[in-house]
């Protein structure tokens, strides 16, 4: 397992869903499907072209609908509205932003994401939170993914600080080379710390 989840871009691409199956065939162990302009239906059109066998790769956000009806990885909602959502048909993960959230959630949902663990790249100004810098000790064993600013220089550095796993959005999507050589790059460094563990 690559430790490594992929936030799709927001904009919808000429090409989406066969840059989806791309990533996921690098080794990309989750891609979270987040268009937050789309409509349901749109959605709909792009997850019905992913074929079968890689849809338990992808996880959706709030659309538990979609995720039960293609059999998808999961749903992922924020911290505030997972009450709502945590029992839904399909494995259910969550955004948070501070360690006392994460002690909340981490128990009955698959995993979480928190950030902003370094200065974000898709968002110029949301700022590393030096308080998410090193997981805390209790939280070290669990399925914690460190969010926001991840490259391929800082990756194996989440890792080290306690972090489960990293999740990329704007390192994959905000430059000219392709998202794939991006993930590629990304899974190198992630991969590499897996080994030294």
Same mark, same amino acid.
């Given at each position: 397992m690559s430790r490594l989840i992929v936030i799709t871009d927001d904009a919808i691409r000429l090409d989406e869903v066969g840059c989806w199956l791309e990533l996921l065939a690098a080794g990309v162990e989750k891609l979270h499907i987040r268009k937050p302009k789309a409509s349901k239906e749109e959605l709909e059109c792009l997850v019905k072209e992913v074929p079968q066998e890689w849809r338990k790769k992808l996880v959706i956000h709030y659309q538990p609908e979609l995720a039960e009806k293609y059999e *998808?990885? +999961? *749903?992922? &909602?924020?911290?505030?509205?997972?009450?709502?959502?945590?029992?839904c048909a &399909?494995? &259910?993960?969550?955004? @948070?932003?501070?360690?006392? #959230?994460?002690? #909340?959630?981490?128990?009955?949902? @698959?995993?979480?994401f928190i950030s902003p663990v370094f200065d974000s790249i898709s968002k110029t100004d949301y700022t590393a939170n030096e308080e998410l810098k090193q997981v805390p000790v209790d939280l070290s064993n669990k399925k914690i993914y460190a969010l926001g600013g991840i490259n391929s220089d800082n990756?194996?550095?989440?890792?080290?600080? +306690?972090?489960? =796993? @990293? &999740?990329? *959005? =704007?390192? @994959?999507?905000?430059?000219? #080379?392709?998202?794939? #050589?991006?993930?590629?790059? *990304?899974l190198l460094a992630v991969n590499k710390e897996n080994v030294l563990r």
């Open positions: *998808l990885g +999961g *749903l992922h &909602v924020s911290f505030k509205d997972y009450t709502q959502y945590k029992n &399909v494995p &259910v993960s969550c955004s @948070v932003h501070n360690w006392e #959230e994460a002690r #909340e959630v981490i128990d009955s949902c @698959v995993y979480c990756a194996g550095q989440a890792l080290r600080n +306690g972090y489960y =796993g @990293v &999740v990329a *959005l =704007g390192y @994959v999507w905000n430059y000219r #080379e392709s998202a794939a #050589e991006r993930v590629k790059e *990304l």
